[in-house]
C-alpha cells in the first residue's frame, strides 16, 4: 500500500516532531522521507506532505501564523489546492488554520495549562478516507500544546458539520475535554478529505513501549489518501 | 509615520487569560471588578513614502497581526 511513497516533511525553526515522525515512517512504512525547509522555493516531487507539531518561530504572533508566511507555503497552498494529502500535526495543524488551508482557529487552552496527557479520540462521520479507515474506532494518542482549543463561528461550524468535515473529537463523554475546543474538536479535514489537522500526535503512539499503537491507524489512513 | 494596532479576542470568544486575572483581583479584594480583557498592542513606523499609509496599516492588521477568525482589531494613527 504504501510502497515507495515519496513523503515530504516540513523543518521550521522550532519544528521538534519532525525526526519523530521520519523515526515512525522509516520503523513502519516502506516510504521515501524528504526533509523540506521553510526557506526553499518549491516543493520536491512528493505524494504527500507532513506538517509536524513544535513551536515554529516561537510561537510568535499566534502559534503557526508566522510559518505560514514563510517561503515554501506558497507550494504547500498549490500542493493542496491540487489535491495533494497533508497532514499538519499539533503545530502543524495551526499552520494549516493561519494558512487558511482549514477553516477556523486554535486559541489558548481555556484551562491557562500546557496539557500533556493521553487523549481519548473518537472518530466522528464523515465519507473522507480518514472516516472509513478509521471508522467507529476510539483511539488513544498523546496531545501536548498550550493553544489547541479549536474555535470557528457558528456559520463555520454548520458548514463543518455538513460537509462531514470534523474527523477526530476528544471523548469528553466518558473522559473529557482537555483545552475547551468548540463541540470537542480534535482534528478536522478540508472538503475533498486530503488535508487534514489534528491537535493529537499519532508519531508518539507507534509502539506498546509508547502506551499506544493507534496512531499507526491513523499514518495508515494518511497514507490511503494518497492516490 | 506611526500607527497604533490593538488586537483582541472577541467578545463572544472565552478569554482565558482574562477570566484568570479577573480571579485573581478578585481574591485581592476588587470584588467590583466585573471583567478583565486582555489584548496586544503593536505600533507600526511606516516609510514617508508610502502613499496609502492607512490602508497598508489596515492591511497589516487585517491580513497578519490579527486571525479575524477570533480577534477584533483597532488601527489608529499616533
Known amino acids: 500500500m504504501s510502497i515507495n511513497k515519496r513523503i515530504g516533511i516540513l523543518q521550521f525553526p522550532g519544528s521538534n516532531c519532525d525526526e519523530d515522525c521520519i523515526k515512525c515512517f522509516r520503523e513502519y512504512f516502506n516510504t521515501e522521507l524528504i526533509r523540506i525547509w521553510h526557506q526553499d522555493d518549491v516543493l520536491p516531487e512528493i505524494d504527500g506532505l507532513i506538517i509536524p507539531g513544535g513551536f515554529s518561530y516561537g510561537d510568535y504572533l499566534r502559534g503557526g501564523s508566522l510559518a505560514s508566511h514563510s517561503k515554501i507555503m506558497d507550494s504547500v497552498r498549490s500542493f493542496a489546492q491540487s489535491g495533494g494529502s497533508v497532514i499538519g500535526i499539533c503545530n502543524g495543524f495551526q499552520i494549516l488554520t493561519e494558512s487558511h488551508l482549514l477553516p477556523g482557529v486554535l486559541l489558548r487552552n481555556d484551562n491557562q495549562k500546557f496539557v500533556c496527557e493521553f487523549s481519548r479520540l473518537k472518530v466522528a462521520k464523515g465519507k473522507s478516507l480518514y472516516h472509513k479507515v478509521l471508522a467507529e474506532k476510539t483511539l488513544s494518542v498523546p496531545i501536548a500544546h498550550g493553544a489547541g482549543r479549536y474555535y470557528i463561528d457558528a456559520t463555520g461550524l454548520k458548514r463543518l458539520r455538513e460537509n462531514g468535515q470534523i474527523v477526530f473529537t476528544y471523548d469528553s463523554e466518558t473522559y473529557h475535554n482537555p483545552n475547551g475546543s468548540l463541540e470537542a474538536i480534535a482534528g478536522i479535514c478540508s472538503e475533498n478529505g486530503k488535508v487534514l489537522g489534528m491537535m493529537p500526535h499519532p508519531e508518539r503512539a507507534v509502539h506498546e513501549l509508547f502506551g499506544s499503537e493507534d496512531g499507526l491507524a491513523i499514518w495508515q489512513a494518511f497514507l490511503a489518501t494518497i492516490s | ?78
Open chain 2, 1 to 78: 509615520m506611526k500607527y497604533e494596532v490593538i488586537v483582541q479576542l472577541k467578545p463572544e470568544v472565552l478569554d482565558p487569560e482574562g477570566r484568570a486575572i479577573r480571579k485573581s483581583l478578585d481574591r485581592l479584594g476588587f470584588n467590583s471588578l466585573r471583567d478583565v480583557q486582555v489584548s496586544k498592542r503593536y505600533v507600526l513606523e511606516l516609510d514617508e513614502q508610502d502613499k496609502n499609509p492607512d490602508a497598508t496599516a489596515h492591511k497589516i492588521a487585517e491580513e497578519y497581526l490579527a486571525n479575524v477568525v477570533a480577534e477584533s482589531f483597532t488601527v489608529e494613527k499616533i
